[in-house]
């Protein structure tokens, strides 16, 4: 199994410009996790999805940040326009109901908003 | 108040000693509890888990729980340089909430 992965590994963007990441979650597992990660906030939980269904996205910060996961094996998380503050690593996870809630990570993916 | 505190060190224990991390939740619904471990520029990967009262041992690491104080807690035996990396801990009430993380340094 490949685990999950995360594109891209770096991403510097100018403020103001679209930034999609991307998230391919392992094959089967049926839950898929949003997150990021600063010095300041540590690990924040962002959305989730549950059979590729938003189940809480109050972790969402501003109308600015959308996902999506328009099948089983692929989610984006989008950022327009992108800030600054929005600099962060951002990790993708998944899971498997009746795992009883362990998490494989992503390599993540180091935005940096200039 | 945050849902999952942890003391962010760093915690710096000499090779061989035990190391000893904790963490409170302040949810009393919470089922589940999950160490993981953060090497820098890494991504967490899971270490262990436990649900019930008591003591978990898997190796050289042991996973407390006592759900009557919320308190959380790992011990890694005869630490390891290679065991110098940040723990996190995580709570679950059906979506998983993290600490800010402990950084541990084992000094050889």
């Known amino acids: 199994d490949a685990g999950v992965i995360q594109s891209p590994r770096h991403e510097v963007t100018e403020m103001g410009q679209e930034v999609t990441l991307r998230c391919k979650p392992i094959?089967?597992?049926?839950?898929l996790f949003w997150y990021r990660q600063t010095m300041m906030r540590g690990l924040e939980l962002l959305i989730y999805f549950n059979n590729n269904v938003p189940i809480d996205d109050s972790g969402m910060p501003e109308d600015r940040f959308s996902a999506k996961m328009p099948n089983a094996s692929f989610s984006t998380l989008k950022i327009q326009p992108s800030e600054p503050r929005d600099s962060a690593v951002y990790f993708c996870?998944?899971?498997?109901?009746?795992?009883?809630?362990?998490?494989?990570f992503g390599s993540g993916t180091r935005l940096t908003v200039v | 108040q945050k849902e999952v505190e942890q003391n962010s060190g760093p915690l710096s224990v000499p090779e061989g000693a035990i190391a000893s991390l904790n963490c409170t939740y302040s949810d009393r619904g919470s089922q589940s509890f999950f160490w993981y471990r953060q090497y820098s520029g890494k991504s967490p990967e899971l270490i262990m888990f436990i649900y019930s009262n008591g003591d978990k041992e898997d190796g050289r690491f042991t996973a407390q729980l006592n759900k009557a104080s919320q308190y959380v807690s790992l011990l890694i035996r005869d630490s390891q340089p290679s065991d110098s990396a940040t723990y996190l801990c995580a709570v679950s009430t059906g979506k998983l909430i993290f600490g800010q993380g402990t950084t541990l340094q084992v000094k050889p």
């Open positions: 094959s089967g597992h049926d839950y």
């Open positions: 996870a998944s899971s498997l109901a009746g795992q009883g809630g362990g998490y494989t």
